[in-house]
């Protein structure tokens, strides 16, 4: 060592420092990387990203190799700082103390913290690069690491433990997934990552939650006068209408408005044509999550379904457009269609009608009205007044004020929504 000039000595220490910070940095790049995004690169043909996935397909040889070389770099390190303490000190006792707190310093700073907090940030950048010098790394210390690894897998049973590459793959939770999805931040579009939180709602949501209630379906009566069906079919604003016999629960098939209106301009059209041109209804029970509803509606090729109870009285009508509205939002319409079941008001509260569905308020209206019940504000009314309505009477749910302002057959009309919590 005495033959070796000090320049010499401190250019080997600094480098025994880049060697310490790229194991350091190495290490937590390769735990904190994104393995989707890795993967993904890797299938793009990226030959490091390529590597880097099979450095963590075997991550204890991998962290074997990099703790093997930093422990041996730390250890020259400070075994180096000790020839160079006594070279410029000799035998003094208060300089090799201060050399050692110095070299642990330079470690800690320049060769530890620091390329863990880079490795953290920049770990999709880092990951591609180390992994060439880690797997030739691997190579040159294949038997070294085995050796260590002998001792790892003894103390890992010795233990009862087993080692996470050998673990079966847990499938990913829903709520997991709904996690990651919400911490995506800025790597998705806010748009498209509402469509898929909205798709892992589907499994929650029923057809009871979207459907047309069955107060407000559109259908014809067939037993009325040809002239007056002759006009609603004209005036309608949906291409498909039920059609029924007297009463809504004797419905006797589904109308192709728009095959309805040709045959029209063709001729008079009669109770019996009208009969030729029906579909037969198709029903779907209450309580279907919707997801389910949208696979049976592709399975059946339908895309009107008539919701009924256990009983079989209808309870509404649901299309394939209402279960896309609920992952995609409102489409706009070509049609005129009826106003909204909420009229704002000067002082920013909301004259809303009884039999407006929850959901659609709390998606239209940015309120936070409990689901978990009825499905209409009527019903939410009624359930916490426990009592027959009566216009003037307030009530707070979910800490918004809601007055009733009209009741009509023991029902809720009207009522205002003040859209601000108290």
């Not at 790229?22 to 904190?32: D, H, I, L, V």
């Amino acid at each position: 060592m005495d033959a070796i000039p000090l320049s010499a000595l401190l250019a080997a220490l600094v480098l025994l420092l880049i060697l310490s910070a790229f194991f350091s940095g190495s290490e937590t790049s390769m735990m904190a990387v994104n393995r989707y995004r890795l993967r993904h690169r890797a299938q793009s043909g990226q030959r490091g990203a390529r590597l880097a996935e099979r450095l963590l397909a075997q991550t204890d040889r991998l962290l074997s190799v990099i703790l093997l070389g930093n422990n041996l770099v730390n250890a020259a390190a400070a075994a180096l700082v000790t020839v160079i303490a006594f070279r410029l000190f000799g035998e003094n006792e208060l300089a090799l103390s201060l050399a050692t707190v110095s070299v642990t310093f330079l470690i800690l700073v320049f060769s530890e913290v620091t390329p863990k907090v880079l490795g953290a940030s920049y770990a999709e950048r880092i990951v591609p690069l180390v992994s060439y010098p880690l797997t030739l790394l691997l190579k040159l210390a294949g038997p070294v690491i085995w050796f260590i690894n002998l001792f790892v897998r003894a103390m890992i049973r010795l233990l009862r433990l087993q080692p996470r590459q050998e673990l079966a793959a847990e499938p990913m939770g829903v709520e997991e997934l709904r996690t990651v999805l919400i911490e995506s931040g800025r790597y998705l579009p806010l748009a498209h990552r509402d469509i898929l939180l909205n798709l892992f709602e589907l499994e929650k949501i029923t057809v009871d939650d979207v459907m047309c209630p069955r107060g407000q379906i559109e259908a014809i009566d067939i037993e009325l006068d040809l002239d007056d069906i002759r006009r609603q079919i004209e005036t309608s604003h949906h291409d498909r209408l039920p059609v029924y016999a007297g009463e809504l629960n004797e419905v006797l098939g589904i109308l192709d408005v728009r095959r309805a209106l040709a045959r029209l301009l063709e001729g008079p059209l009669d109770h019996a044509g009208l009969r030729e041109l029906l579909r037969d209804p198709y029903y779907i029970p209450a309580g279907t999550p919707l997801l389910t509803q949208l696979s049976h509606f592709r399975d059946n090729r339908q895309s009107l379904g008539l919701v009924v109870d256990e009983y079989g009285e209808l309870l509404g009508l649901i299309t394939v457009e209402d279960i896309l509205e609920e992952i995609v939002g409102e489409f706009a319409a070509v049609t005129p269609l009826p106003s909204h079941p909420w009229q704002p008001q000067p002082d920013g509260s909301y004259l809303v009608e009884g039999s407006a569905r929850l959901r659609e308020l709390n998606r239209k209206l940015n309120l936070q009205l409990p689901l978990t019940g009825p499905r209409t504000l009527n019903g939410l009314i009624l359930e916490h007044l426990e009592a027959m309505p009566e216009a003037g009477v307030s009530v707070k749910i979910a800490g918004y004020p809601i007055e009733i302002v009209q009741v009509q057959d023991r029902m809720v009309r009207t009522a205002r929504i003040v859209p601000r919590r108290i």
